[in-house]
């Protein structure tokens, strides 16, 4: 089954960048969306639905720990994973953004291995390891 995706950055080199990534990772990518922040990811989410959201933190007009609050808020949006793809990878701000909802955390830069690892493990238990 492809997984519809929508990636959360500030940066369209960095969105690219996790999009080659996610089509070397050997995984079943199908529709792949994009958002410069937050609240441009809401508005899509609004349209589109996805299998799995990966975001940054750190970006302008609504940050990834308000886009993140905002999804877990949502009915509809409760079982969507959200995998966090940030450089800030402190302890502290880790706790934050799982206490928050986010099922998982990857940090920059990584590989394509290592980012179909923490998908396949977010979307097993999200489902129940029963796909």
């Keep these: 089954m492809a997984l519809d995706v929508l990636i959360v950055d500030d940066s369209p080199a960095m969105r690219s960048f996790i999009g080659r990534v996610l089509d070397l990772s050997g995984m079943e990518i199908g529709e792949r969306l994009e958002a410069g922040h937050g609240a441009e990811a809401l508005e899509i989410l609004n349209k589109s639905w996805v299998d799995v959201i990966l975001t940054d933190i750190n970006m302008p007009v609504m940050n990834g720990e308000e886009f993140l609050t905002a999804v877990c808020a949502r009915g509809d949006l409760r079982t969507v994973p ?17 206490s928050l909802g986010a099922k998982g955390y990857v940090k920059k830069p990584f590989s394509p291995e290592l980012l179909r690892e923490e998908l396949e493990r977010v979307l097993e238990v999200s489902h129940g390891g029963n796909e």
Aim: proline share 0%.
């Design 82 to 98: 959200v995998v966090v793809v940030s450089t800030d990878s402190t302890g502290s701000r880790m706790e934050r953004m799982l």
